[in-house]
């Protein structure tokens, strides 16, 4: 069965700290991984990783995907207060037909 | 920017009834998809869709649920006979084509079964 497993499950910190996220997966016919942004509906697109050690940057956050270790990070430099979200990871497998996703890290960023 | 619509944003039923949930895509997506999200639960696959037919579903998709896309624009779905457990977020999603493409989610359709 693929599972797709973040951490941490929740996280504070102020404004300005700069936080990771993981990400960690185990699934067949791996084709890229999907990070989201929660907040408080649907789910809004961040990254698509396909390749290895091959950084991915928008503004202040940015993430990178290692295949060898199976597992994706995602940063957020200068947090602000409307990064406070739930982070979703997702692993888009077998042709595409599905996502699977993660549990979800809940970050609060206090002023 | 074009995005991916769901109509109603809440619905409440009672146990038993049936419900559509209704999805416009993104208009040149080709692939269309629901999910769920149980309060407080991961986000979960139900079926994916496309070329007018389903292309991989998931366990919780039984025979009380079933999709459709009754004309070009619309995908719908249904569940016949609802019960207490299926109140949860539902998501639809949609893509352009190939596994080189992000999934588009609307902003989902609160069940409530009563």
């Known amino acids: 069965e693929d599972k797709v497993v973040q951490s941490p499950l929740s996280l504070v910190v102020h404004e300005g700290d700069t936080v990771t996220l993981n990400c960690s997966y185990e699934v067949t016919n791996f084709r890229s991984l999907l990070w989201y942004k929660q907040e408080k509906k649907a789910p809004t697109f961040l990254f698509m990783l396909?390749?290895?050690?091959i950084e991915k940057k928008s503004g202040r956050l940015s993430s990178i995907l290692d295949k060898k270790e199976l597992s994706s990070i995602l940063n957020i430099t200068a947090t602000q207060t409307g990064d406070s979200a739930i982070y979703l990871c997702a692993v888009d497998n077998n042709a595409g037909n599905m996502l699977t996703f993660g549990g979800g890290t809940r970050l609060m960023v206090k002023p | 920017e074009p995005e991916v619509t769901q109509t109603p944003s809440h619905q409440v039923t009672q146990m038993g009834q049936e419900v559509i949930l209704r999805c416009v895509p993104i208009s040149n997506h080709l692939y269309f998809y629901w999910y769920r999200q149980i309060l407080g639960q991961k986000v979960e696959f139900l079926v994916s869709f496309y070329n007018n037919e389903i292309s991989e579903k998931s366990e919780i998709f039984d025979d009380q649920f079933s999709v459709e896309r009754p004309d070009g624009s619309n995908f719908t779905l249904k569940i016949r006979s609802t019960k207490l457990e299926d109140s949860a977020m539902y998501f639809c999603?949609?893509?352009?084509?190939?596994?080189?493409?992000?999934?588009?989610f609307g902003p989902g359709t609160r069940l409530t079964v009563t």
């Open positions: 396909t390749s290895s050690g």
């Open positions: 999603a949609s893509k352009f084509r190939t596994s080189s493409y992000e999934q588009y």
